[in-house]
C-alpha cells in the first residue's frame, strides 16, 4: 500500500465501521415487507446523509447508510481509454456473477463503476470486520489488476504488431526476389498472388498469438463473458 493511499483506504475503512451499524426494520409502507431501505428509499427518516470519500477527482468512494443497510458506490482511477475499457469488462465480468459475491450489485450507482449492498442479513450471517476488509481489499487490488491487464494488452499487441511487419517485409521481399527470377512481367502477374498468400500469413500468425496467450488467466478474465 502506498502512503498516498492508506491515508484514503483508513478513512473508508473508519466510515464504513461507523456505518455497519445495522439492524432488521420492517418496511414502513408494505406489511411484512424487509427491504433495504438505502434502496427502496420509502422512508426519509431512515436514511443516513450520504458520505463521498474522494482521493482525487477519478477516485472517490459514496457510502448511503439507512437503518438496515448501506450502500457503498466505488469509482476507480481510470487514466487513459485502455483503462476505461478495461475497468468496464472487468467490471462487468464480476457483476455478471454477483450472486458469487453476495454483496456485489448487478448494476452500479450512476457516476461509479461498482456497487456493493450490504443488509443487517449480511451482518447477521458474517463478521462485520471481515466485510469491511472485503471493500478495502477490492479498493487495493482493482487497481493493480487493471495495471497488470493494461501490460499483458500492450505486450499483446507489440507482439501482434511485430508479426504483421515481419510478415509485410517478407512479402515485400519475396515480390522483389520473383521479379528478379522471372522478370518484370512476370512479376507483376503474380504479385496479388504473393501478396494475398502474404497476408493470409500474417492472419494467420495473428490468429495463432492470439491463441496461445488466451492461456493468460488475466485476459481472459477480462475479455470472456
Not at 30 to 52: D, G, T
Not at 177 to 193: F, M, T
Not at 212 to 225: A, F, M, N, P, S
Request: aromatic share 6%; charged share 30%.
Amino acid at each position: 500500500m502506498t502512503a498516498t493511499l492508506r491515508p484514503y483506504l483508513n478513512a473508508v475503512k473508519a466510515t464504513l465501521q461507523a456505518a455497519l451499524c445495522l439492524e432488521n426494520f420492517s418496511s414502513q409502507v408494505v406489511e411484512r415487507h424487509n427491504k433495504p431501505e438505502v434502496e427502496v428509499r420509502s422512508s426519509k427518516e431512515l436514511l443516513l446523509q450520504p458520505v463521498v470519500i474522494s482521493r482525487n477527482d477519478r477516485e472517490k468512494v459514496l457510502i448511503e447508510g439507512s437503518i438496515n443497510s448501506v450502500r457503498v458506490s466505488i469509482a476507480v482511477k481510470q487514466a487513459d481509454e485502455i483503462e476505461k475499457i478495461l475497468c468496464h469488462k472487468f467490471m462487468r465480468f464480476m457483476m455478471m456473477r454477483a450472486e458469487n459475491f453476495f454483496i456485489l450489485r448487478r448494476k452500479p450507482v450512476e457516476g461509479y463503476d461498482i456497487s456493493f449492498l450490504i443488509t443487517n442479513f449480511h451482518t447477521e450471517q458474517m463478521y462485520k470486520h471481515k466485510l469491511v476488509d472485503f471493500v478495502i481489499h477490492f479498493m487495493e487490488e482493482i487497481d493493480k489488476e487493471i495495471s497488470e491487464m493494461k501490460l499483458s494488452v500492450n505486450a499483446r499487441a507489440r507482439i501482434v504488431a511485430e508479426e504483421f511487419l515481419k510478415n509485410r517485409s517478407e512479402v515485400r521481399e519475396g515480390e522483389k526476389l520473383r521479379r528478379e527470377q522471372v522478370g518484370p512481367e512476370a512479376g507483376r502477374s503474380g504479385s496479388s498472388e504473393v501478396r494475398r498468400d502474404g497476408l493470409q500469413g500474417v492472419f494467420r500468425r495473428a490468429v495463432d498469438v492470439h491463441i496461445l496467450k488466451q492461456e493468460h488467466g488475466i485476459v481472459r478474465c477480462c475479455w470472456g463473458k
